[in-house]
């Protein structure tokens, strides 16, 4: 007789992630937030400043900051990513036997929710939410662009690093929902020239203005009058962070690179792991009806590419660079599935020898990293 892992094991993956994700959670709250935690601290008390809106958020709501809210705003986030993303997934596909590889491949992923709860209180998981959120709800006004605009806005106020890592998906999206359904208006272009304008601007002004202008021993002070425990003054030595100039974190990257250039083979060998959905988000961009459609998809993916290869050279947190890469492109795939087709393509088979030890390889690397793998 067979068991229900020989006759389902798809299911069995997904109980499988289910336990890792539980593992890695209180795995995470034993360790020190540095750089989440000091994060929450930071506001607008110096005027404006980069990487302090979800501070200056906190700072509403309280006059000193615990250390386990990192893990508790950090938990929400995460589980509210969770609900969207199988949303999307039941809207776009659907939960059934036929799509749990697919699932796997995409929810299950060491590069997605695991690597997300790995790095629970950094503020990477905002962007993929947002962008989500996009993927869901209608894109049938000008006011879709104007809200993809506010949601890059949100972002760069949150960390300006997200111009790389999930605007120009933000941005590909719009254009695959809006302007490839709504057509090339002079009132829609000009609504994208002015929303590119706006979220253009202020990541220059975040990224040159926004460096906090007091001395650094004064900038901790209040950083330490914020925190409910002002003797953990180990949590404070990334402030520096916000002092540092694009140079210096340049050269920091570079001065990492020998050493950090070694995990590449690693991140190459867990995105072939991964071939199955590859193959997949190919033959559903290749079935596409229209060749302008398929162009611009093509486009589209090496432009959130290069973004991240532009980071790859100007921060060294690879882990998390190409962890979020893997989820743009996961959140593209859906994107791509709501263009018109010329035929059904078929869904990745749950029955394949080969694809089933992937899902499995694939289900039991618990997360990616935040620097190097693993």
Known sequence: MNSGLTKNPWRVMLGVNAALLVGLFFYKITLRPFVPYIHLLVDYHYGFTKRALIGAIVSLFTDKVPV?????????IWLVTLGLFVELFRRTFRLDDAHWPLFVFTAGSPFFLKNFMF???????????????????????????????LFSIVLILIHHIFVLMYVPTIAAIVVLRFYLVQGVTLRNVVAGIAALAAVGILFLAAQFLGTVDVPYDEFLRHLQSRMADPSRTDLLEFGYIWYQPLAKEITDTWARMPSN?????????????HTPLWRYFARLIDALASERHRRIVVAAIIMISAGFFVMFVMVFDYSRWISNWAVCMFLMLHAVKTLPASKEVPVIASDDRRTTTLGWIVTVIPRVGIIRPF
């Open 119 to 149: 790095s629970l209180g950094h503020f990477d998981i905002y962007g993929c939410a947002l962008t989500i959120v996009l993927l869901l709800i209608p894109a049938r006004s000008i006011s879709y662009v104007l809200l993809a605009a």
């Open 68 to 76: 386990w809210l990192v893990f508790a705003l950090g938990g929400a």
């Open 261 to 273: 250039i070694l995990g590449v083979p690693v991140f190459a060998l867990l995105i072939w792991l």
